[in-house]
């Protein structure tokens, strides 16, 4: 039965002084639930002053827990992920940016799962992963025993939508939180019993924008005062999505209640980026992507009843980097051997009043591009932001809302904070590795996916939407000339059934595609047509991401790939009608040895 959001901010406002959990005991390892979300700003929390917004599970869970007053992510989703899952910055990772392939996380990184696993932990992922899709960047190679979501870095559409199980793909029935949510309440039952480590990385609000009519509707009615529709409907949508996962977050409270372990479980709650898009945000510049700080500054609740006090404000800084280093202090596990950049901040937490010592944080979001432009770095007192077109400093303290730069009045700051900065990016830029190229080749992988997003093209070839994020597709493939390539890194020699994701209409069937890879090439005529109509999508507002259709294969043929680097390559030796296909990727089969 759903309790109303009533019922649970009262359950959560009084669990400081609720009666310890009969199960808890002080040599049981606690279990720990990371909770992400994606998109949600700093200022999306009626907690922190937001005058329309109703979050009453975590306002609850935040006073009744630890908050950090500063505490700090990167300012793009992947980036973030990376730091949290490994304690490290997120260039030295290998993820940089959200797309093409730069969102991949190092397989040799130890992450979060992979520590608790280690322990002796059950360990499972419900939600949005976004450091890589391929093997082995899943989330099943990182650790993960049970992983149900998407890999991407959105997904297009939230009701009745496809996610994945462990690799293979399964139909669902509902809202994408509420079915996230089934999924990891799911796992706590069947893991009450032993440790578990569950990461829950919700993927709202981030757009498209889609929520329950009756979410939707509540603060459509109370924002009827704004003059552009356009950005009414966005926001009712963004604070419903909000709204409905403030729920979902007391259900899995509620969950730990009900099997008794809420007392020795670990619970951490968080945001991955500034919002998206210009709302209230406590006053702060910067949305999502920016590097001032209302962009990388976001809500960082923890509880854990059996070992931590209530009522806590933990000042200074602290970052996604600690929250790795952070739970193996208070699990007390060994974090991984490995150079770590964040701190275990436990101590901190222990006292009112906690401050954590000075410290000085670093912020970067290179984008395709490996440069030193668009970062930051923030001491206790200021902000240094870089951009192409400017370098802005600012006292935070005085200044909170960065309007008055002090660069030119404060030279001698702004320069060694330059400097200070550089040296780190350097180094960051040294550590870093690139892991763009797709994996293939493996035994334990029977089937690799080339999405159109990670190809690279020429002649008349673009993308549909425009910027090749997750699920664009190739369109324009109308010249002899045009080429489709993806670059793969081939473990282990071996011999594929290849297939051609596509949609064409009647009027274009009949092109011959050629593929060539490794010494190997193949032809075959594209004889059937399939053209779908756009799969319904109940959005709020027009969407920037591609939408969704179905999408028709067939097989081109086989061929065999040594060891090693190859490319990958799709042209036509005849187009007899305006183009060859729309395409969404090629699919390649493991041919049994």
């Not at 924008?209 to 409907?233: A, H, I, W």
């Not at 899995?252 to 372990?261: K, M, N, P």
């Amino acid at each position: 039965m759903r309790l109303s959001l009533f019922l649970f901010s009262l359950l959560f406002l009084g669990c400081a002084t609720a009666p310890q959990d009969e199960t808890s005991d002080s040599t049981t390892p606690p279990n720990v639930i990371v909770i992400l979300i994606d998109d949600q700003g700093w200022g999306d929390l009626g907690i922190h002053g937001n005058p329309i917004i109703q979050t009453p599970v975590l306002d609850g869970f935040a006073l009744n827990g630890v908050q950090f007053a500063n505490f700090y992510v990167s300012p793009l989703c992947a980036p973030t992920r990376a730091s949290l899952l490994t304690g490290r910055y997120h260039l030295r990772t290998g993820t940089r940016w959200v797309s093409d392939g730069l969102e991949n996380m190092n397989p040799e990184e130890v992450t979060l799962a992979e520590m608790f696993r280690g322990a002796g932990y059950a360990t499972g992922c419900f939600g949005k992963w976004h450091n890589g899709a391929h093997y082995p960047f899943h989330p099943n190679q990182q650790g993960f025993d049970e992983f149900v979501g998407f890999c991407a870095g959105h997904w297009n559409n939230y009701f009745n939508t496809t996610l994945q199980r462990n690799g293979e793909a399964y139909p669902t029935e509902g809202y994408i939180t509420d079915v996230l949510t089934d999924e990891a309440i799911q796992f706590i039952e069947e893991q009450k019993d032993q440790p578990f480590f569950c990461y829950l990385p919700y993927n709202v609000p981030h757009g498209p924008f889609q929520v329950p009519d009756s979410y939707f509707e509540k603060y459509y009615d109370q924002l009827d005062t704004m003059q552009n529709e356009q950005e009414r409907n966005k926001l009712a949508a963004v604070y419903g999505m909000c709204e409905n996962m403030d729920y979902n977050v007391g259900r899995v409270l509620a969950t730990l209640e009900e099997f008794q372990i809420r007392d020795n479980t670990i619970v951490v709650f968080l945001t991955d980026n500034g919002p998206n898009g210009a709302r209230y945000n406590g006053g702060m510049r910067g949305t999502k992507g920016s590097t001032h700080e209302g962009g990388t500054r976001v809500p960082l609740f923890i509880q854990w009843p059996a070992g931590l006090p209530s009522g806590i404000t933990v000042s200074g800084l602290a970052a996604h980097i600690d929250i790795l280093p952070t739970l193996a202090g208070l699990s007390g596990i060994a974090p991984p051997n490995r150079e770590l950049d964040g701190q275990n901040l436990a101590e901190f937490m222990q006292a009112k009043d906690s401050k954590i010592p000075d410290r000085t944080l670093f912020f970067q979001q290179s984008g395709r591009e490996l440069t030193p432009e668009r970062g930051a770095v923030r001491t206790d007192e200021y902000r240094l932001v870089l951009y192409p077109s400017y370098t802005g400093l600012y006292n935070l303290q005085a200044d909170p809302d960065e309007s008055e730069d002090l660069s030119q009045e404060i030279p001698q700051l702004r320069d060694s904070l330059l400097a200070v900065y550089n040296e780190w990016f350097e180094a960051m830029k040294a550590a870093t590795v690139d892991v763009t190229t797709i994996p293939i080749g493996f035994s334990a992988q029977a089937k690799a996916v080339l999405p159109a997003h990670e190809s690279y093209f020429s002649g008349n070839i673009t993308f549909k939407e425009g910027h090749g994020w997750a699920h664009d597709w190739l369109v324009n493939w109308s010249g002899l000339n045009d080429k489709i390539n993806w670059d793969v890194e081939v473990n282990a020699p071996v011999t594929y059934d290849v297939y051609l994701t596509y949609t064409t209409p009647q009027d274009d069937v009949g092109s011959i595609i050629q593929l060539q890879a490794g010494g190997s090439r193949l032809e075959d005529t594209l004889s059937t047509a399939f053209d779908p109509e756009y799969i319904p999508s109940p959005d709020r507002i027009q969407r920037i991401e591609v939408y969704e259709k179905e999408w028709a294969q067939t097989r081109l043929g086989e061929i065999t790939l040594p060891s090693g680097s190859q490319t990958i390559t799709l042209s036509a030796n005849t187009i007899p009608g305006k183009q060859v296909a729309e395409v969404k990727g090629l699919t390649l089969v493991a041919k049994p040895n």
